[in-house]
């Protein structure tokens, strides 16, 4: 990376004997929406926390925009936390929230009122800034929240699940007015979630993190077609993950041995040695209905059912009982209980070594 705006160095966070972050390593490029995705518990709160200064690692350090901030508090640093819950100051109108971290700083009146009705017209809220927190919905708070944060020009904004407490629909909607918002003000973001779909959904970078370390960081479309870790294919969507073995290699390819028979699979894997292979769900097709599929198995289909765009099918690999996940089109002449020949393509498999 050429000139990071964050570098975590070697971060490690403990409560007495549990570490909730464990010698972590991560850097941010200025102008990313960056989300770190992982289970409860995995620590990614911790991290975000660590970021905007309102917990200290145990050891290890922390510099934005080339400054060492480990032992700032979080008003010394150019960042802004918007937690899930808003914190928005009820007895204020909307204008004055979004004023308040200004006057905090001695922004001049005139520059002040400007810069506040340039951040209503960027959350399209215009009319409303004499208005009461309490007379506002939980989207039109989530964008109060936001445009206080980014009133400040902060170097990084931090978001605590901001979409937590939306329902669905409304939850969609602010994720991509989230990006639309991220694209317009530039600022880099880092937001925190447990929803795979949200990631893929806002991120220019994910950032898989379980039990307190990185499993898997990059793009979505990387950390989806090609995970690096078990963790990482699980967590980010569907996924087959069978145990294999390697028969041998020629340090580009490697052929394994699974449930799946025999296949050739890009990666090096030393003759002997185990690992996995993972394969997305849309990527098995019934039938030969692509080019360069290959027939990987005969499967008897033990569930079906309607998704909309697609079938939602499992099926078990004859002679066995690994079970498969797979999305049949519904135009596909097939049924519950057959057995069907499963293509792939060899280069759809991904061999996991962790
Ligand atoms: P969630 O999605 O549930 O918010 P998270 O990934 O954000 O989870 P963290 O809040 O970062 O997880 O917590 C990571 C781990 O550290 C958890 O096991 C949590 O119980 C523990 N932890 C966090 N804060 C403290 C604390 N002050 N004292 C002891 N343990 C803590």
Redesign the pocket.
């Known amino acids: 990376m050429s000139n990071p705006l964050v570098i975590c160095e070697d971060i490690q966070?403990t409560?007495?004997d549990?570490v909730?972050?464990d010698t972590l390593n991560m850097q941010i490029e200025a102008g990313q929406f960056v989300v770190l995705l992982?289970?409860?518990?995995?620590?990614?709160?911790?991290?975000?926390?660590i970021l905007g200064g309102f917990t200290t690692p145990t050891t290890g350090k922390v510099f934005i925009d080339g400054v060492d901030v480990t032992n700032l508090r979080p008003a010394e640093r150019p960042t802004v936390t918007v937690f899930q819950d808003y914190a928005l100051f009820p007895h204020m109108t909307v204008a004055q929230n979004i004023a308040f971290g200004l006057t905090m700083r001695n922004v001049p009146k005139l520059t002040l009122q400007d810069m506040v009705q340039n951040a209503l017209h960027t959350i399209d809220l215009q009319d409303l800034g004499g208005r009461r927190i309490h007379e506002l919905s939980g989207g039109q708070r989530q964008r109060v929240a936001l445009a206080r944060a980014i009133v400040v020009e902060p170097s990084l904004l931090l978001l605590d699940?901001p979409l937590g407490a939306l329902d669905l629909k409304i939850r969609q909607q602010m994720q991509d007015e989230l990006v639309a918002l991220q694209r317009k003000c530039k600022t880099t973001f880092v937001h925190?979630t447990?929803d795979q779909e949200e990631a893929m959904n806002i991120a220019d970078v994910v950032v898989v993190?379980n039990q307190?370390k990185i499993e898997d960081m990059g793009p979505p479309e990387r950390v989806y077609l090609h995970p690096s870790s078990v963790f990482s294919a699980n967590f980010m969507g569907e996924s087959n993950i069978l145990p294999c073995s390697s028969v041998g290699t020629n340090g580009v390819q490697t052929l394994v041995r699974s449930d799946f028979g025999e296949l050739l699979v890009t990666g090096e894997l030393r003759v002997g040695d185990t690992a996995h292979i993972s394969i997305r769900p849309e990527h098995l097709r019934v039938g030969h209905t692509a080019q360069n599929d290959q027939k990987i198995c005969d499967a008897k289909l033990v569930s079906m059912r309607f998704q909309g765009a697609y079938r939602r099918a499992v099926a078990q690999i004859d002679g066995t009982s690994t079970r498969l996940h797979l999305r049949i089109k519904p135009e596909q002449e097939i049924t519950a209980s057959e057995t069907a020949q499963i293509y792939a393509n060899p280069e759809d498999f991904v061999l996991l070594q962790r």
């Open positions: 966070k409560y007495g549990f909730a972050l992982g289970p409860s518990g995995s620590g990614k709160t911790t991290l975000l926390s699940e925190v447990h993190i307190g």
